[in-house]
């Protein structure tokens, strides 16, 4: 796994957990691995591991079953505002690249279509 | 809890480790993280009861390293040290009659987990597969601290994600892991706090994940300006 190691680890897991989520790789209800099984397979400190299940519990991604480990939430309507969520995050991104280079919105926009064609 | 009470030793001519005070409680995976010759493997040796120091103690959970806490700290040195005619099945016997606490059906785990053939000479090994066997020895054992002096060293990429995940698998909150190594950003994701010691001396622990929300610094950044005004043989 490869990591850009100024930003917090936990935080780029989150967006991977987040992604297949999104994409269903990881489906609706599903149960998640342990953290410690997380953390063998993401290469991750094991306290980083139980940190990306509590973010991801506090934001209602997922939920604990006492006994029974972590689940994805059933609610598609978190899921659709995490889809939404992500895609901003990606679009300020990419507006900010833009700006740098000190093209428009308009200009972007015109650019995306022509990428499109 | 592991403890280095301002402990110091002293070679003819030279101090390997000088005055260091600090401490590692369980549930964490420490990098410990210096130059070459800055005192790492000595402070290890002597909290694995190998060496005593010169003064001042380290402890392990209130007591002084004995014979009794080298059940507790299972501890990998850089040196090799198994016969030339051992197989990689003798090893793990070898520790078995040595660790009261070494458990073959780990070891055999770990062995398969990385593709080691118990029929194999230790002799005929690369350099990669023996990193691979001392380190499952060590972790075979079922100890409290668990010390791997440079695991990583002289291995290629595919030995050291599998020695990583050794080490990720034996972690948990009852347990004190220390690693050292050169190859820091190799350690990036899978230490919490790191340990630097400079010219034998404690020059600061920090946890890692803290300097990348707080200071937006990686390990390896930490490390070239703890380590900035260190010589490094001429080349900068």
Wanted: charged content about 25%; glycine content about 6%; overall charge negative.
């Amino acid at each position: 796994m490869q990591y850009d190691s100024k930003i917090p680890i936990y935080l780029q897991v989150i967006k991977f957990l987040k992604t297949d989520i999104i994409s269903g790789q990881i489906k609706c209800g599903q149960k998640l691995p342990s953290s410690r099984e997380l953390a063998v397979t993401y290469t991750i400190n094991p306290n980083t591991a139980a940190r990306v299940y509590q973010e991801l519990e506090r934001e209602g991604v997922c939920y604990t079953k006492r006994g029974m480990g972590t689940f994805v939430t059933e609610d598609e309507g978190v899921i659709t505002m995490l889809r939404e969520q992500m895609a901003e995050e990606a679009l300020d991104v990419f507006l900010k690249s833009m700006s740098e280079l000190g093209i428009s919105i308009d200009e972007a926009v015109e650019l995306l279509k022509q990428r499109e064609e | 809890m592991l403890e280095s009470i301002d402990v110091t030793k002293k070679f003819v001519g030279k101090t390997a480790v000088d005055g260091i005070t600090m401490q590692l409680e369980p549930g964490h995976i420490y990098a410990l993280l210096g130059p070459n010759g800055s005192g790492k493997t000595t402070w290890m040796k002597m909290a694995a009861g190998l060496i005593k120091p010169t003064s001042g103690q380290i402890r392990y959970n209130n007591q002084p390293i004995s014979i009794a806490t080298r059940n507790e700290i299972a501890y990998m040195s850089t040196e090799p040290y198994f016969y030339d005619w051992m197989t990689v099945g003798d090893v793990g016997k070898y520790y078995a009659d040595f660790f009261q606490d070494f458990s073959m059906e780990r070891y055999d785990y770990m062995l398969e987990k990385m593709d080691l053939d118990k029929k194999l000479k230790v002799k005929s090994l690369s350099s990669g597969m023996m990193a691979k066997l001392k380190v499952a020895a060590t972790m075979a054992r079922d100890a409290k601290v668990y010390m791997l002096d440079e695991p990583l060293n002289g291995i290629d990429l595919l030995a050291r994600d599998s020695v990583m995940n050794m080490i990720l698998m034996a972690a948990d909150e009852t347990k004190t892991l220390l690693v050292s190594s050169h190859l820091v950003e190799e350690l990036e994701s899978v230490v919490d706090k790191a340990i630097f010691i400079k010219r034998a001396q404690f020059a600061g622990m920090y946890d890692v994940e803290a300097l990348r929300t707080e200071e937006n610094t990686s390990l390896a950044d930490k490390y070239r300006q703890v380590f900035s005004d260190v010589e490094m043989g001429g080349i900068q």
